[in-house]
């Protein structure tokens, strides 16, 4: 860990002087109490860099949060092993992808079984929260269990004792996107109504106690909720095919439901006090957490080993070194074949940007967290799932 200020603690070997820069600007707040943790993953982002920790006073920045309210991971692990599965993959790669909906937009044509009680949980949840999420957009219902593009994916992936997990990312899709968006507008038209000059405007802020605070958070809290429940949904259908393709039920041994784009209010260091993570999930002493490597690299089951200095946080997974237009322009086709040879995937050139080489190094990003999280299980893709 580097003391870079008073107000700001990193833990990122690898950090670009760009978002650095971000970070100490962010750290400046004159609410942030008493310093923001940078995790090793982090990167330029929309106001406050990607992969932060910002503890607040009395105020959140919407933008500090994310625009993906509740983006996470979920990850099962199986009872079973490489050996049960067949030498094809391809057949369990196109049958999940028939299940679950890819790419940015995607609806569902039917409300599954599945999905049904979740809806339902969500629109009471919604009524309680005195909001329609209709007003954000008409088709969320129809969203739910679906994966979006861009770094969200379904992976299968074995472990150290060839054990197979299921393995997803994704977060509140349209709904939680245009939520966001609305209340960061809220905030950057407060900021104007209050002659508030900020360092940068994505920085603008809600203060606790207001109308339009209250408003953010329970649309937040009911986005993040939609995430959850949208990892769940999508696990479901994925499990049901891996059964179809083995032809043996999945009995699930261990589930893990984890967020990084998320603000909720905790106790540290004697205050009370509003935790953003934007790209980073919660550590808490034994709590188990999920951080996945780039495509086609590790992603780890992790335990919260508690660290207070990074406000009980870890990081969320490898984080960009590349931006997606940088990468478009520096690598090849070929390069990402050959960094996915022996995984399962779709291959086209529309997942370009997302080549491994886009990404920080994961081995040193775990190398980076290890007094935040003890390593539980090592995981190696073997089929991949992108939406373009």
């Known amino acids: 860990m580097q003391k870079i200020t008073d107000r700001l603690l990193s833990w990122a070997s690898m950090l670009e002087e760009r978002t ?181 405007p994505d920085l603008a802020y809600l203060v606790e106690g207001t109308p339009e605070f209250d408003r953010y958070i329970a649309e937040l809290r009911w986005a993040q909720h939609f995430a959850l429940l949208n990892r769940e949904e999508m696990m479901d259908r994925v499990v049901r095919q891996l059964a179809e393709v083995v032809g043996t039920a999945v009995q699930e041994v261990e589930r893990i439901n984890c967020h990084h784009n998320f603000t909720q209010r905790e106790t540290h260091w004697g205050k009370s006090v509003w935790v953003s993570r934007k790209g980073a999930i919660q550590a808490t002493a034994g709590q188990p957490g999920l951080i996945p490597g780039s495509m086609g690299t590790a992603s780890y089951v992790v335990e919260g080993r508690g660290d207070k ?13 590349y931006s997606r237009s940088a990468a478009r322009r520096t690598f090849t086709h070929e390069q990402l074949r050959e960094a996915m040879t022996g995984i399962e995937y779709r291959d086209t050139d529309a997942f370009l940007d997302e080549i491994p080489a886009a990404y920080k190094p994961i081995d040193q990003v775990m190398a980076d967290a290890a007094d935040l999280v003890t390593v539980r299980h090592t995981l190696r893709q073997i089929v991949n799932v992108k939406g373009d």
């Open 309 to 321: 200095r990074s406000l009980e946080s870890s990081p969320h997974g490898a984080g960009r070194s």
């Open 20 to 200: 650095e820069q971000q970070a100490r600007t962010t750290s400046r707040m004159p609410f942030v109490y008493p310093h923001l943790a940078l995790m090793p993953d982090a990167h330029l982002g929309l106001g406050a860099t990607v992969g932060s920790v910002i503890p607040t006073l009395g105020a959140v920045m919407p933008a500090a949060v994310g625009v993906d309210i509740g983006c996470g991971m979920i990850a099962v692990r199986t009872q079973f092993s490489r050996a049960d599965l067949p030498e094809d993959l391809r057949p369990l790669r196109q049958a999940i992808e028939r299940a679950v909906p890819l790419s940015a937009g995607a609806t569902n044509r039917t409300i599954v079984d599945t999905a049904v009680p979740r809806i339902a949980a969500l629109e009471a949840l919604a009524v309680e929260a005195d909001f329609d999420p209709a007003d954000s957009l008409a088709g969320w219902r129809n969203q739910l269990g679906t994966l979006g593009s861009g770094n969200h994916f379904i992976e299968v992936s074995l472990d150290e004792e060839d054990r197979v997990w299921l393995f997803l990312h994704s977060g509140s899709r349209g709904v939680g996107n245009r939520i966001a968006q609305r209340h960061i507008a809220v905030a950057k038209e407060a900021m104007q109504c209050w002659w508030i000059e900020l360092p940068d």
